[in-house]
């Protein structure tokens, strides 16, 4: 079993900036492929980024590539996104995922492990 925790969602300001992190712990850090998603009210959850075990392969979902990062500390057992140039529309509950598996996927069906999720709303 892999626990996952986030932390950092707030409100903010249209263009501002604010970094998730995603603490995992319990089965150490057996989760190769990482994901951030988000879902917002009235909508289905959907993929933002995925980050693979060693951090060197990263995938995004259109609406946030160039403005959000994923990255990944293994020895902290911690993923980030760093969200830049925030907009109102990236206003949603964020969630980590974790799955054992490697090759990186953009649906949640493919990821075994969620956190609860921590709100981010950025106000126009």
């Known amino acids: 079993q892999v626990q996952l925790v986030e932390s950092g969602g707030g409100l903010v300001q249209a263009g501002a900036s604010l970094r998730l992190s995603c603490a995992a712990s319990?089965?150490?850090?057996?989760?190769?492929?990482m994901g951030w998603f988000r879902q917002a009210p009235g909508k289905e959850r959907e993929f933002v980024a995925a980050?693979?075990?060693?951090?060197?392969?990263?995938n995004y979902a259109d609406s946030v590539r160039g403005r959000f990062t994923i990255s990944r500390d293994n020895a902290k057992n911690t993923v980030y996104l760093q969200m830049n140039s925030l907009k109102p529309e990236d206003t949603a509950v964020y969630y980590c995922?974790?799955?054992?598996?490697?090759?990186?996927?953009?649906?949640?069906?493919?990821?075994?492990?969620w956190g609860q999720g921590t709100q981010v709303t950025v106000s126009s």
């Open positions: 319990g089965r150490t850090f057996s989760s190769n492929r």
């Open positions: 980050i693979n075990w060693s951090g060197g392969i990263t």
């Open positions: 995922a974790a799955d054992q598996e490697v090759v990186l996927r953009r649906s949640p069906a493919s990821y075994r492990y």
